[in-house]
């Protein structure tokens, strides 16, 4: 079997290879640390399967997922990320991939879910379908602003309500503080909100921003 590993830290890459070349016979693993990089060697490969992050520098994953699947609808993709906010999943699923799961998994749900989805079938952790369950039966009218934004002004959204200031949003996803800034504007007239502290509320209201209760108030878990 032929894997491509794509995320944009050298060390995640390496030692999820190296964890899946140990754990599956006969298997060869390529490596990608960015989107345009990933669409390169998929064409150039054809992997059986793209384990693939969603936040990286450039063309996000989604986008990277979307190019892929376009130029040759039989790609296996596996989203292998940190988010775990419902609205991120559900997009990253409505790509065409056949799987997702978090970077909390273990080795053995990672395995279990490269076995599945290399050979055509659907693998969501367990936690994330329970979730995608949950929000699909009680979908408001609050997620249909979020549907209505491009993948790029989904994540400016994320990180922002995130409490990212716009130069750290400009050094994570490689573009300038001034289109960071046109991306806020453009985000709070699609969202109907005035301030920064009203786009944290409707992350919070819409499940994109997690919060869980301690001794001190509520603090912010993702």
């Known amino acids: 079997m032929k894997i491509l590993i794509v995320d944009d830290h050298a060390v995640v890459r390496q030692g999820y290879a190296s964890l899946l070349s140990v754990m599956l016979q006969d298997c060869e693993v390529l490596e990608a640390a960015s989107g345009e990089e990933a669409c390169q060697l998929y064409s150039q490969q054809q992997p059986d399967l793209v384990v693939l992050d969603i936040n990286m520098p450039g063309i996000s994953g989604i986008e990277t997922a979307q190019r892929m699947l376009r130029r040759d609808n039989r790609a296996r993709v596996l989203f292998f990320s940190m988010y775990e906010e419902m609205p991120m999943v559900q997009q990253a699923l409505d790509t065409g991939a056949l799987g997702y799961i978090t970077k909390n998994s273990s080795p053995e749900v990672l395995i279990e879910a490269v076995m599945k989805v290399a050979t055509g079938q659907i693998y969501v952790e367990h936690e994330i379908a329970m979730k995608l369950a949950m929000r ?3 979908h408001g009218s609050s997620d249909q602003r979020l549907q209505e934004m491009t993948q790029r002004e989904f994540e400016v959204f994320v990180m922002l309500a995130r409490g990212n200031s ?10 300038s503080a001034k289109t960071v800034s046109n ?3 453009i985000l709070k007239g699609k969202l109907q909100v005035d301030s920064t502290a009203e786009l944290v509320h409707l992350a919070i209201e819409t499940g994109v921003l997690k919060v869980a209760g301690s001794a001190e108030g509520a603090a ?3």
């Open 136 to 138: 699909h039966q009680s």
């Open 183 to 185: 991306y806020t504007a």
């Open 166 to 175: 716009v130069r750290v949003v400009a050094e994570k996803l490689c573009i």
């Open 220 to 222: 912010r878990t993702v």
